[in-house]
């Protein structure tokens, strides 16, 4: 049940709180005036963009769409649709995000490629990827994770949809390593149950009255993850991408 009110945020996974410092910087720096973001999930980022952003999500998940939808409602503002991003956009948008999602997807150079038609000229892709392959375990396949990545994949990834790498950054060290074998040894528990892509986004979520208990919390460990941003030493990255100046013509 959703009890968060219009002016409380509401509470994300412990994860999301630890990528929110490198998401919050990139917004400030690219100032977007229009946000678009490809699978919202139950929607406490989308809340966030929406309270400040023109914004629209989308969420091809019919539980999740429905606390996002309660979620907005409440706010009074934004857009979410119970679909994913289709192939031909109807609008352009500054910025577009994505979290936790591309690795889901088994043909992602494709899917970023399409979600890049929304964009505006020079627009700007923000996206949050689980990183190196060799981790990949139990928390990945209860998930329905295609993938996990490296950095110099997702600088390919993102050549090949014809934005320019800006940025790819590494979070979670030291606190992501500690969390995600814990959502290992969880998943471990899970594996036999039908549990997949479809409502991932649902779990290892806190109710929504610790949210700003989790929040604070987690603020020494967002701090300490600094000087490893530009390391390998962390469980995800945080990439950000421009549309490429010939494409940008081009749209």
Avoid at 15 to 27: C, D, F, G, H, Y
Avoid at 29 to 42: D, F, H, K, Q, T
Avoid at 199 to 216: D, K, N, W
């Amino acid at each position: 049940m959703i009890d968060e009110g219009q002016t409380r945020p509401p509470a994300l996974s412990p994860s999301a709180s630890l990528r929110l410092p490198l998401i919050e910087n990139w917004l400030t720096r690219i100032a977007p005036s229009s946000v678009l973001e490809a699978g919202c999930g139950m929607g406490a980022m989308a809340w966030r963009f929406a309270s400040r952003f023109d914004y629209r999500g989308y969420e091809p998940d019919p539980t999740s769409y429905g606390e996002a939808a309660a979620r907005l409602a409440r706010l009074g503002k934004g857009d979410v649709r119970n679909e994913p991003v289709p192939n031909e956009p109807d609008r352009r948008f500054d910025l577009l995000v994505a979290f936790e999602v591309l690795e889901h997807i088994e043909d992602d150079q494709a899917t970023l490629r399409s979600w890049v038609r929304w964009l505006n000229p020079r627009g700007h892709v923000l996206i949050s990827v689980p990183a190196h392959p060799d981790r990949f375990g139990p928390c990945d396949e209860m998930a329905g994770h295609c993938r996990r990545y490296e950095r110099d994949s997702m600088t390919t990834m993102l050549r090949a949809a014809g934005l320019e790498p800006l940025s790819i950054e590494s979070w979670g060290m030291p606190l992501g390593y500690l969390l995600e074998a814990g959502r290992n040894v969880l998943a471990r528990r899970r594996l036999d149950k039908d549990v997949g892509t479809a409502g991932s986004g649902r779990f290892f979520q806190p109710p929504a009255a610790l949210g700003r208990t989790v929040e604070l919390a987690l603020r020494p460990a967002a701090f300490a993850q600094k000087p490893f941003h530009d390391t390998e030493m962390g469980i995800g990255y945080v990439a950000v991408g421009r549309l490429a100046g010939d494409q940008a013509e081009g749209e």
